[in-house]
């Protein structure tokens, strides 16, 4: 049994969440363990299912976590709950009117999102006079071929929302940030349209599967 002092809840609520490890933390999602199998010897066992990963632990459906021994619906649903609330709030903290006047602040918003996704997304950010953001648009999800990229479907959105600029960020889950050759004729066509509809293309920044970036 061990001493209370040394219990993660204990810990947690005299150290702060900061002095707790990935697998104690997890164990207060658990709460109980197994019979001869400790709560934290179940967290390291959930971790280590996922490679000690916590991205792609964050991932995994209840029907997923269900499959590891000792989890069940109830453990499950709380570990997604908990991933879900996390994911929640990092959404509302990155549209919280961030300025983008960089392809380093585009890209900053943009990689843990990109991160693990399995295909192209493109996003069409609309920003104000001091490029604050106003509204993240996705335009396109799995589209590899950047040509088909239509302008209608990019300025449409920003003039709705009378924004005076805008930028495009996508993303190339190969990992290699380089512009292809529809990347770039893609820019240039989204320019000229700019320039017809009076809207500003400050940037195309592509973002590489491992976080690379290009603008």
Do not use: W
């Not at 709950?81 to 994911?87: C, D, G, R, S, T």
């Not at 295909?119 to 590899?144: F, K």
């Not at 929302?161 to 940030?177: F, Q």
């Amino acid at each position: 049994e061990m001493p209370d002092r040394e219990r993660p809840r204990e810990r947690l609520e005299h150290q702060g969440a900061e002095a707790l490890t990935d697998v104690e933390l997890l164990a207060i999602l658990l709460r109980s363990g197994l019979r001869g199998c400790s709560v934290l010897d179940l967290s390291r066992e959930v971790l280590q299912a996922y490679g000690g990963d916590l991205d792609r632990l964050s991932k995994a459906s209840v029907n997923e976590l269900r499959g590891i021994r000792g989890i069940g619906t109830a453990k499950a649903v709380e570990i997604r709950a908990a991933f879900a609330l996390a994911e929640r709030l990092r959404q509302v903290t990155a549209l919280q009117r961030p300025v983008l006047d960089s392809p380093q602040s585009i890209a900053r918003m943009f990689r843990e999102r990109f991160r693990s996704l399995p295909q192209e997304e493109l996003h069409a950010l609309l920003l104000d006079t001091r490029n604050r953001l106003i509204r993240d648009e996705t335009i396109t999800v799995g589209l590899v071929d950047r040509s088909q990229v239509h302008p209608r479907e990019v300025f449409r959105r920003a003039i709705r929302e009378s924004c005076s600029r805008l930028a495009i960020v996508h993303n190339h889950p190969s990992g290699d940030p380089t512009p292809s050759a529809a990347d770039i004729a893609c820019t240039k066509q989204l320019i000229a349209a700019g320039k017809v509809v009076g809207i500003e293309l400050i940037d195309h920044v592509v973002v590489g599967g491992g976080g690379g970036l290009a603008g």
